[in-house]
């Protein structure tokens, strides 16, 4: 089930449930995916595109949340958390930083990338192995770190 079709579901089972703060997460993706569609002009959204749209929620929702946090608002901190964790759901499996570096290294050495020089052609590579499984941030220190070790 692709993940349009998922949402859906989900937004009737939610409906169901009387579960509004589900619902309007739900909602709020089913959004998005709809501006991309009328963006791209398509009839359904790819993985790829899907899962960075949600991505880039979660990411939303997990900074205000760390605003909120710091700023003393418990409640509404706890309402992004709360968000951010049902995205969360959506999402595939984070991957670890030692099964993340054996990737960066697999795929180093696939490229035959072996100093910083390197780095922008090492990038591109491992960002479309790991698209969706680790963050961008952390894969770059993962890069960094391989190529200052060879």
Do not use: C, F, W
């Not at 009839?43 to 790829?48: D, F, G, Q, T």
């Not at 929620?57 to 951010?84: T, V």
Request: charged content about 30%.
């Amino acid at each position: 089930m692709d993940l349009q079709h998922r949402i859906d579901a989900d937004i009737k089972a939610a409906m169901l449930a009387r579960d509004k703060d589900r619902l309007n997460v739900l909602r709020a993706i089913k959004s998005a995916l709809l501006m991309e569609l009328t963006k791209e002009g398509t009839s359904e959204v790819s993985e790829e595109t899907g899962l960075r749209i949600l991505q880039k929620l979660h990411k939303q929702r997990a900074e205000a949340a760390a605003i909120y946090h710091q700023q003393g608002r418990a409640d509404l901190a706890a309402e992004d958390d709360a968000q951010a964790k049902i995205i969360e759901a959506y999402l595939p499996a984070r991957m670890g930083e030692a099964e993340m570096k054996a990737v960066v290294k697999e795929t180093l050495a696939s490229i035959g990338a072996s100093s910083m020089a390197d780095m922008g052609k090492a990038m591109k590579a491992v960002n479309e192995k790991l698209a969706g499984k680790a963050d961008g941030k952390a894969i770059a220190v993962a890069v960094k770190e391989v190529l200052s070790e060879s």
